[in-house]
């Protein structure tokens, strides 16, 4: 069975420095698929990042890149340059390519954007 | 490109009465999904439609929790009776339905159970 951890409940950041959201991963699949959402206050899921697990280059979108490390199971996102409306709960996901391809989420972490 | 509409926003309702959430996906995408989101955790998938038929509704409460998308676009999720554990956010999402396409959530609708 496919499971996300995410160990960090809360991080703090100051404003225009970069920061880093830890997820590992495990499944017994050899293709799948790994996604980061963030989710303000407002509670819409907001899609930021995909990695395709045979993408041999990290994900990289604006100011969001995913730190892949197939070996270590792990997918990272970094976020640059942080800003005051980066401040929400981010979720890692995984999706199996074969079987249902529903995502799994991760329990979030809450990032705390301070001026 | 308008994005996944869902109603109502917020909903309040005592427990064992029922209630229904209503999801207009995104043009176009062939696969509905519907998610809970209990306080403090991260969604987990209730059910899942490929057009209109059902792929995935292995956690689905089917004692008291009922979906159908109806010509493969709209869809309505039921909880009749509602307990107190139904309180959390259910949150509709769409893909195209291929193999390594994007989910696309709605607001989602936070029910309330007293």
């Known amino acids: 069975a496919q499971k996300i951890t995410q160990t960090q409940p809360g991080m703090f950041v100051q404003e225009k420095e970069a920061v880093t959201l830890d997820c590992t991963y495990d499944?017994?699949?050899?293709?799948?698929?790994l996604f980061w959402y963030k989710q303000p206050s407002s509670g819409e899921m907001i899609f930021l990042i995909y990695?395709?697990?045979?993408?041999?280059q990290n994900a990289t979108e604006g100011r969001y890149s995913l730190n892949f490390q197939k070996a270590r199971k792990s997918a990272n996102l970094v976020i640059s340059a942080s800003q005051l409306g980066d401040s929400a709960m981010y979720f890692c996901a995984m999706r199996e390519d074969t079987g249902r391809r529903a995502l799994t989420f991760g329990s979030g972490t809450r990032l705390q954007v301070q001026p | 490109e308008a994005g996944v509409a869902q109603s109502p926003r917020y909903k309040i309702i005592e427990k064992r009465q029922s209630v229904a959430f209503w999801c207009n996906p995104i043009s176009g995408h062939a696969t509905l999904y519907w998610y809970q989101q209990i306080l403090g955790q991260g969604p987990k998938l209730l059910i899942q439609f490929q057009n209109n038929g059902v792929v995935d509704d292995s956690q689905l409460p089917k004692d008291r929790f009922s979906a159908e998308r109806l010509k493969g676009v709209d869809s309505t999720l039921k909880i009749q009776p509602a307990k107190l554990e139904d309180s959390a956010v259910y949150l509709c999402a769409s893909s195209l339905g291929r193999i390594s396409d994007t989910q696309y959530f709605g607001p989602g609708t936070r029910l309330t159970v007293l």
């Open positions: 499944t017994s699949d050899q293709s799948y698929g």
């Open positions: 990695q395709g697990s045979y993408d041999e």
